[in-house]
């Protein structure tokens, strides 16, 4: 099956600092991959649909200029959280589509900012 | 745009019995309903998926319904066993809005 990888795993970050997390397609060409947000106990809600070569399609309510997507290759799309604070705190899943409808999820990136 | 909606939040369950979860989409153009399996800090695991020219699918214990006319789709486990025990979500997605929709989420707890 495709398969999905994501870095880091776990980031602990201060304050106002910014981090950025890696999704990548290691079997598979991905022109689209998408960007979720899960808090504690919560369900996943879509953040971006990101675009290789093109600007990130953002969903109501997040702010683009503090979610920065750049999707610059088939395998390889970044989210970079800029000046985070604690309630940027969750866990981020990404995800891809090699073919058809099914989607194969990244392991996640757990972020907690102190 | 699309609204799903998960019953119930929580579902407790005997081993060996049945567990349902329902779910009510509201865009009519939805045509991609998967089932994910979800385990603390893990991702989303896809258990069963269905399209919207099918209206059941089985797999062993696993079964899914799909009412196009009523826009509700089901999840049926029989013979639940503790390793079942998770969270559940439904989702929707269609041809021109690939993005998935999730519903909010369903734990079942099966208890020994």
């Known amino acids: 099956g495709a398969v999905v990888s994501q870095h880091p795993s776990r980031v602990i970050c201060k304050s106002g600092t910014s981090v950025k997390i890696e999704c990548r397609s290691l079997?598979?060409?991905?022109?689209?991959m998408f960007w979720y947000r899960q808090f504690p106990k919560q369900s996943l809600m879509l953040m971006a649909t990101s675009n290789e070569g093109s600007k990130a399609t953002y969903e109501q309510g997040v702010e683009k200029d503090k979610f920065l997507i750049n999707h610059a290759s088939l395998t390889l799309s970044t989210l970079t959280v800029t000046s985070a604070h604690p309630e940027d705190s969750s866990f981020y899943i990404c995800?891809?589509?090699?073919?058809?409808?099914?989607?194969?999820f990244g392991p996640g990136t757990r972020l907690t900012v102190t | 745009g699309e609204n799903v909606e998960q019953h119930p939040s929580t579902l407790s369950v005997q081993e060996g019995d049945s567990a349902v979860i329902k779910c009510t989409y509201s865009d009519s153009a939805s045509n991609y309903f998967p089932w994910y399996k979800q385990e603390l800090g893990k991702r989303p695991q896809l258990i069963i998926d269905i399209r919207s020219n099918v209206g059941e699918k089985k797999d062993q214990r696993i079964a899914v319904t799909l009412n196009k006319t009523a826009k509700h789709f089901s999840l049926h486990i029989t013979e639940t066993q503790p390793e079942d025990s998770a969270v559940y979500f439904c989702?929707?997605?269609?041809?021109?809005?690939?993005?998935?929709?999730f519903g909010s989420g369903t734990r079942l707890q099966v208890q020994p």
């Open positions: 989702a929707a997605s269609s041809t021109g809005r690939r993005a998935l929709t």
């Open positions: 995800s891809a589509q090699p073919q058809g409808a099914e989607q194969y």
């Open positions: 079997d598979f060409q991905a022109t689209t």
